[in-house]
C-alpha cells in the first residue's frame, strides 16, 4: 500500500492519495483507545468495482459536514435500513424532520411525511406534530395521517390561495378541467361566489356571498335585499315571520267599503283594482310577496263584505216574496169567494125572471 501526500501544481489541489492493491474496501480509518471509530474507504479497489465511497460512525455516531455551503453533483441516497422510517433533520430542533415511510404496514401511507416542533423550547424526543404527507398513491393530507383523497385536510384553520397579478382567489373544485364548480374570493367587489365551469365554460354564478351578508342565487346583484334569485323557488312552506298591516282593518266599523258602481269605475278609468299594482309596475320592479298578500287579503275580505251584503238583500227580497204571495193567495181566495156569490146572484136573477 502507499500513502502520499502532496501538493499538486500547478493546480490548487492538496491531495491525500492511497494506493493498495487489496480487493477488500480500503481507505482511512480513524482509530481511539483501540478501536475504530469511523472511516472513509472506496470499495473494491484493485479490480475497479463501482466505486462507492463510504463515510461511516461507529456506535450511532453521527457523521457531520460543517460548513456554509455543500454542494453535491449526482444523487443522494438516504436509506437507514435498520428502522421503519428513514429521516432529514432540517434546523436546530430535533423533531424539525422530512421522513420517508419505510415500514411494511405504511403507517403514512408508504411515502413522505413531515414532522415539526410545535414549542421548540422543550427540546424533548416526543415533541412533535406529524403536520404533512405524501403517500406512494400521490395523495396529500395535512392534519391527518391517512390522506384518503388527492388532497385530504383535517383540523380548523384555511386554505388560502391567489392568482398571481389579480385581486381574485380560485379554488377548483370537480373530477374533470372541464367540469368543476370553481370558488372564488374577488377583493375588487367583496364578493365570495361558485361559478359553474360545465365543459369549460363558466356559466354564470351559482352562488355569491356578499361582505355584507348578502346571498345572491345566479345573480351577483341582489338590489339591497338578503337574498336575491335569478330564477324559479320551489319550498315546500315559506313564512313571512311578521307583517304589520295585516288588513283585519277591513272588518272594523269606520272602514270605507267602496260601493260596486266605484269599483266598476275604477276598473274602468284605470284597468285593475285600487291599491293593487298595475301590470306596467310589476314588469318595471316586481313586487313584494308579503305586501301583495296583505292586499290580496283586503280584497278578498271586501268580497266578503260584497257578498255578506248581497246575502242580506236576497233575505229581504225573499221576505218581500213571501209576503207578495201571501197576498195574491189572499186575493186568489178572496177573488174565488167573489166568483161564488156572483154566481149565487146570477142564478137568483133568472128566477126573477
Given at each position: ?170 379554488l377548483h373544485l370537480g373530477v374533470k378541467d372541464k367540469d368543476q364548480l370553481i370558488l372564488r374570493r374577488d377583493n375588487n367587489d367583496a364578493h365570495f361566489f361558485f361559478l359553474d365551469n360545465t365543459g369549460g365554460v363558466k356559466q354564470g354564478n351559482v352562488l355569491v356571498l356578499g361582505n355584507n351578508g348578502d346571498i345572491g342565487i345566479g345573480t351577483r346583484n341582489t338590489h339591497g335585499f338578503k337574498l336575491g ?125
Amino acid at each position: 500500500m502507499e500513502l502520499d501526500i502532496k501538493y499538486e501544481s500547478p493546480s490548487w489541489k492538496d491531495q491525500i492519495l492511497v494506493k493498495g492493491n487489496l480487493d477488500s474496501p480500503y481507505g482511512i480509518a480513524f482509530v481511539g483507545n483501540g478501536h475504530h471509530r469511523g472511516g472513509l474507504y472506496a470499495e473494491n479497489l484493485a479490480t475497479g468495482g463501482d466505486g462507492n465511497i463510504t463515510l461511516w460512525a461507529r456506535n450511532n455516531g453521527r457523521i457531520i459536514l460543517d460548513g456554509k455551503r455543500t454542494d453535491l453533483k449526482g444523487n443522494l441516497k438516504l436509506d437507514y435500513a435498520a428502522s421503519e422510517h428513514t429521516s432529514i433533520q432540517l434546523g436546530h430542533d430535533i423533531n424539525d424532520r422530512i421522513f420517508a415511510d419505510n415500514s411494511g404496514a405504511k403507517h403514512y401511507g408508504g411515502g413522505m411525511f413531515f414532522r415539526v416542533t410545535p414549542d421548540p423550547a422543550l427540546n424533548i424526543a416526543n415533541n412533535y406534530l406529524d403536520v404533512m404527507m405524501l403517500t406512494d398513491k400521490g395523495n396529500v393530507g395535512i392534519g391527518t395521517g391517512k390522506a384518503k383523497a388527492k388532497l385530504h385536510v383535517e383540523g380548523t384553520g384555511y386554505i388560502a390561495t391567489k392568482i398571481i397579478g389579480t385581486t381574485a382567489a380560485d379554488l377548483h373544485l370537480g373530477v374533470k378541467d372541464k367540469d368543476q364548480l370553481i370558488l372564488r374570493r374577488d377583493n375588487n367587489d367583496a364578493h365570495f361566489f361558485f361559478l359553474d365551469n360545465t365543459g369549460g365554460v363558466k356559466q354564470g354564478n351559482v352562488l355569491v356571498l356578499g361582505n355584507n351578508g348578502d346571498i345572491g342565487i345566479g345573480t351577483r346583484n341582489t338590489h339591497g335585499f338578503k337574498l336575491g334569485v335569478n330564477g324559479k323557488i320551489a319550498a315546500t312552506e315559506v313564512k313571512v315571520a311578521t307583517y304589520a298591516n295585516w288588513p283585519d282593518f277591513v272588518f272594523k266599523k269606520d272602514y270605507n267599503l267602496q260601493s260596486l258602481q266605484e269599483v266598476e269605475n275604477q276598473i274602468k278609468e284605470n284597468g285593475h283594482l285600487a291599491n293593487i299594482p298595475s301590470a306596467a309596475k310589476v314588469k318595471k320592479g316586481g313586487f313584494f310577496l308579503g305586501e301583495m298578500d296583505a292586499k290580496l287579503l283586503q280584497k278578498i275580505e271586501e268580497l266578503t263584505l260584497y257578498t255578506i251584503q248581497q246575502e242580506k238583500d236576497l233575505k229581504k227580497q225573499e221576505e218581500r216574496a213571501k209576503k207578495q204571495d201571501t197576498k195574491v193567495e189572499n186575493l186568489e181566495k178572496e177573488n174565488e169567494v167573489l166568483k161564488d156569490r156572483l154566481s149565487k146572484i146570477e142564478e137568483l136573477l133568472k128566477k126573477l125572471k
